[in-house]
């Protein structure tokens, strides 16, 4: 049985920093790209942020530049997004999903579609 797990969400202030984590479980997520993905109330989701299968490729969403930083480690099976500078319109639950396609650049689009994901951890920024 394969599990995605986030967390590492909460409530900060403008300006505050969080870390997320996600851990999987029953996969070895070594070969597969990876990728942190939110949703606010009313919007439709988003890719935060993804990176390739060796950890070398990150892509960022234009709102997350500068800001977040994104990486792995293929030893503990998981994935991490730092997230700095954060603004209220961070606000949102955040999710992680695992490719299910080995090897892949690690574009958010593709893993929005074939992904593996798991249930979200909130994160609210208070101005």
């Known amino acids: 049985l394969v599990q995605v797990v986030e967390s590492g969400g909460g409530s900060v202030q403008a300006g505050g920093s969080l870390r997320l984590s996600c851990t999987v479980s029953?996969?070895?997520?070594?070969?597969?790209?990876m990728g942190w993905f939110r949703q606010a109330p009313g919007k439709e989701r988003e890719g935060v942020s993804c990176?390739?299968?060796?950890?070398?490729?990150?892509n960022y969403a234009d709102s997350v530049k500068g800001r977040f930083t994104i990486s792995r480690d293929n030893a503990k099976n998981t994935l991490y997004l730092q997230m700095n500078s954060l603004k209220p319109e961070d606000t949102a639950m955040y999710y992680c999903?695992?490719?299910?396609?080995?090897?892949?650049?690690?574009?958010?689009?593709?893993?929005?579609?074939?992904?593996?994901w798991g249930q979200g951890t909130q994160v609210t920024v208070s101005s």
């Open positions: 999903a695992v490719d299910r396609v080995r090897r892949r650049f690690g574009y958010c689009s593709d893993i929005g579609v074939s992904g593996i």
């Open positions: 029953g996969y070895a997520i070594g070969d597969y790209a």
């Open positions: 990176i390739n299968w060796t950890g070398l490729s990150m």
